[in-house]
């Protein structure tokens, strides 16, 4: 709760930028709940908290004007609310030392209304009688360190268009001692039909913030549900890309053995090749014994006899040898 140090000297005026504005107080009432709830999730909300006479403790705005001109008091004049967008400009500050107007409305598209005009001046004038200055009004706009399209282009600055006028139109009841009530005064007392009905408002309002709070609670649990099923897609991928991977190992083994098992069949060929010229040597071998055996009939004596074998012998050695050197440097010449 932040309470003004002395009066206020200036106004800054806003639009609610929600179209189309309230026709009338009953619609104003609906719309002034909805920005109630709004408020209360600003970051500010709870430092600025007010003591909510009106039945508004986070709605940043002192007075609300419906299209038809009807006036709302909202908070009391007496809380800083934030508002202007100017907190650093010390003694100028619009939420320091001034309060906060609401033309309901987008009146960047829409046209604000005659009595919404007459209501305005009358806010300024009797805000000038009631604390006797010469008050400072500007849209906000006008007063924000950031940039802000509010109050709209249709109510324009304190220098053109609708706020200018209103302005004058102020001037104008002061010189003339004209009246300053309010357009709704003297304010009928609200009926006791209406009064339910604001209090039903009241609580769908209320239902619907709950609503909004489990809708954003929903959507939170749903995109995690979606990480999760974001993390598995990418470990499938992963598992897919290893198992291919592992496939094509597969494919390079089984290359492999069959490279093998040509090598295998080579050398079978080989083997089989080596054992026919084993053979063939067993022959010359058998022819050669033989030989011998002729020799031996024809009366050669023992002496030349065993030199016919040591020849023969040697003859089988040299080949034996030479064809297991041929095999080892595994070239046929
Ligand atoms: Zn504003």
């Not at 929600?18 to 209360?40: C, W």
């Not at 549900?225 to 592992?246: G, N, P």
């Not at 065993?306 to 040697?314: M, Y």
Request: hydrophobic letters at 35%; a neutral charge.
């Amino acid at each position: 709760m932040l309470l003004r140090k002395g009066d206020p000297d200036r106004i800054c005026v806003h639009h609610s930028a929600v179209s189309p504005g309230a026709d009338n107080i009953f619609d104003l009432k609906k719309r002034l709940a909805q920005y109630e709830i709004t408020h209360s999730k600003k970051s500010w909300a709870e430092e600025t908290k007010t003591g909510g006479e009106y039945g508004y403790s986070y709605l940043a705005y002192h007075i609300a004007v419906a299209k038809d001109g009807h006036e709302m008091i909202t908070q009391n004049d007496k809380y800083i609310l934030y508002h202007a967008g100017d907190n650093a400009r010390g003694k100028d500050s619009f939420n320091l030392h001034g309060i906060a107007v609401l033309l309901d409305g987008n009146y960047e598209t829409e046209i604000p209304t005659p009595y919404q005009k007459e209501a305005l001046a009358r806010i300024i004038a009797r805000f000038e009688r009631q604390y006797k200055v010469n008050v400072i009004v500007r849209g906000h706009k006008q007063t924000s360190l950031t940039a802000t399209a509010c109050p709209g282009v249709n109510i324009g600055t304190h220098e053109n268009g609708f706020l200018k006028e209103a302005i004058a139109r102020a001037n104008e009841i002061i010189k003339n001692g004209e009246t300053d009530e309010p357009l709704n005064a003297p304010s009928a007392p609200i009926d006791d039909e209406t009064e339910e009905l604001r209090k039903k408002v009241e609580e769908l309002s209320r239902n619907m913030g709950m609503l909004e709070g489990q809708n954003a609670e929903l959507a939170k649990r749903l995109s995690e549900k979606e990480a999760i099923i974001t993390q598995i897609q990418m470990d499938s991928q992963k598992w897919q890309k290893e198992a291919k991977s592992a496939n094509d190992n597969l494919g390079k083994v089984l290359e492999e053995k069959g490279e093998l098992e040509k090598t295998i069949a080579s050398l079978e060929r080989k083997i089989s090749k080596l054992t026919e010229e084993l053979a063939e040597m067993e022959k010359e071998k058998n022819a050669n014994w033989q030989l011998y055996k002729k020799a031996l009939e024809g009366q050669i004596d023992k002496q030349t006899s065993i030199q016919l074998i040591e020849i023969l012998f040697n003859r089988f050695y040299t080949k034996i040898k030479s064809l297991l050197k041929k095999e080892q440097s595994g070239g046929e010449k």
